[in-house]
């Protein structure tokens, strides 16, 4: 069946040419992902790839003695599946839906015909490789140099970047769980925010109060990982969307 028309909002995709995403359209499938939804299990092939269009996903590592801890976020920025980009049978973290959203699923065998077949799709697909990889170094220098609020203040961004809402559903738990501090950290540094009127609390959620004073509370880090993706995947801003691609109706539900 056709899915409704909608415009692509994935960055990755909107960063193909016209003629190569409308090659691949036809393979992708449009999904609802709810809360909670494992998208990718530790060790265990991965079989689908999903080009997230809204909501966030957490890429969770563990161990048996310390439980998770988050190592990255997706949205729309990204896709979930990188070890069947990278020709790797099974996966080696968690991928949770934090966020309810959707996104463009598609069969991981297929994904890599594609990339046989496709120089640009692959080498757009290795850019993004290649920016999760940069968050991920900057990400250590983060987490061993710079203080909870700033860290927090940086993650914050990053969520708020991928989902275009001021009101952030996060609670205490996850926040805990994706800067690796103790519960009581993530509310120490929660209430500097919420006085300096960064942001407010409300129940379950978060709404950004004031978006340029928490860019100026963040570290550096979120703008060196944001200027980096902007720079690997080259992506066009959202308003013009829909007048380079138009709704790709073709897309299976």
């Known amino acids: 069946m056709t899915a409704p028309p909608g415009v ?10 016209a003629v190569t995403l409308a090659r691949l359209a036809p393979e992708l ?25 809204r909501g966030v996903a957490a890429v969770l590592a563990r161990t048996r003695r310390d439980g998770e801890v988050g190592v990255a976020i997706i949205g729309r920025a990204g896709l979930v599946g990188i070890p069947a980009v990278l020709g790797i049978v099974r996966s080696w973290c968690r991928c949770v ?5 959707e996104a463009l699923q598609i069969d991981a065998k ?11 799709l692959r080498q757009q697909l290795m850019n993004y490789v290649g920016a999760l990889h940069f968050q991920h170094t900057q990400a250590v220098l983060c987490c061993a ?19 275009d809402e001021d009101t952030i559903p996060l609670t205490h738990d996850l926040l805990s769980r994706m800067l690796g501090v103790r519960r009581a950290g993530i509310t120490t ?16 959620a978060l709404e950004i109060a004031d978006r340029a004073l928490l860019e100026q509370t963040a570290c550096e880090c979120y703008r060196i990982i944001a200027t ?26």
């Open 110 to 120: 297929v994904l890599r015909r594609a990339m046989d077949e496709s120089p640009t």
């Open 189 to 204: 540094a929660l209430e500097r925010l919420e006085r300096s009127g960064v942001v407010r609390k409300t129940r379950g």
């Open 145 to 163: 140099r710079h203080r909870i609020e700033e860290r927090l203040a940086g993650w914050l961004l990053m969520a708020h970047d991928r989902l």
């Open 228 to 253: 980096e993706y902007q720079r690997l995947l080259n992506f066009p801003p959202l308003e013009n969307t829909q007048e380079r691609y138009g709704n790709h109706s073709a897309l299976a539900d």
């Open 97 to 101: 839906m934090e966020v309810p959203g």
């Open 8 to 17: 692509i909002q994935n960055s990755i995709l909107l960063g193909l040419p």
């Open 29 to 53: 499938r449009r999904v609802q992902l709810e809360r909670r939804k494992i998208l990718q299990e530790a060790h265990r092939p991965v079989e689908l790839v999903y080009f997230i269009e």
